[in-house]
């Protein structure tokens, strides 16, 4: 089956810094990607969907200027938290579709936040 | 706008026990149905996928079924074991490019 990475895993770091986060599809061209966030005992929300070479959408109430995603390959898209903040602490998922693999979307094991 | 519901939050049943968990969506037109298992602090595991066309799929001791008309899909897990213990969630798919979850049921299945 499809394979999506995601780095790194964990990552800790203080407040007022910004921590990368990488997603990348291993075996097949990524031409969407997906973000989400996941509350401790929540659910997944979605908080973007990217499309290769163009602007990331964002869903409502998820600020653009804080969360940057970029999707510059076919094969990865990164997700940028700015300034980071203790209530950005989350697990974040990412997600890939592209036509070679149908209309399914393949998931990333996951990168834990962590904002001292 | 679809908006997915997951009842029980919370289930626990005895080993060997048969189980249903239930799913359901406010809006029929959905493209896919997919069931999903999550275990504490990691990603997700695909369990099932459900195209539009089809009523149910089947995995081991894993079966789906989905009735569009009502809204609703279950996933039904024969003699369950403690490994099966986890959350489970079920997405719907709008079009094929979204998905929406549901909150999941957090299953324990004690020895």
């Known amino acids: 089956g499809a394979v999506v990475s995601q780095h790194p895993s964990r990552v800790i770091c203080k407040s007022g810094t910004s921590v990368k986060i990488e997603c990348r599809s291993l075996?097949?061209?990524?031409?969407?990607m997906f973000w989400y966030r996941q509350f401790p005992k929540k659910s997944l929300m979605l908080m973007a969907t990217s499309n290769e070479g163009s602007k990331a959408t964002y869903e409502q109430g998820v600020e653009k200027d804080k969360f940057l995603i970029n999707h510059a390959s076919l094969t990865l898209s990164t997700l940028t938290v700015t300034s980071a903040h203790p209530e950005d602490s989350s697990f974040y998922i990412c997600?890939?579709?592209?036509?070679?693999?149908?209309?399914?979307?393949?998931f990333g094991p996951g990168t834990r936040l962590t904002v001292t | 706008k679809q908006e997915v519901t997951q009842i029980p939050a919370a289930l626990s049943v005895p080993e060997g026990e048969n189980l249903v968990l239930n799913c359901s969506f406010t809006?029929?037109?959905?493209?896919?149905l997919q069931w999903f298992r999550q275990d504490p602090g990691k990603g997700l595991t695909s369990l099932l996928l459900i195209q539009s066309s089809q009523r149910e799929q089947t995995s081991g001791r894993l079966n789906a079924s989905l009735d569009k008309s009502s809204g609703r899909s279950t996933l039904y897990i024969a003699a369950s074991q403690p490994g099966d213990s986890a959350t489970y969630l079920c997405?719907?798919?709008?079009?094929?490019?979204?998905?929406?979850f549901g909150a999941g049921t957090r299953l324990t299945v004690k020895p």
């Open positions: 997600s890939a579709s592209g036509f070679s693999v149908g209309d399914e979307q393949y």
């Open positions: 809006d029929s037109a959905i493209y896919n």
């Open positions: 997405a719907v798919y709008p079009n094929n490019n979204d998905m929406r």
């Open positions: 075996d097949f061209q990524a031409t969407t």
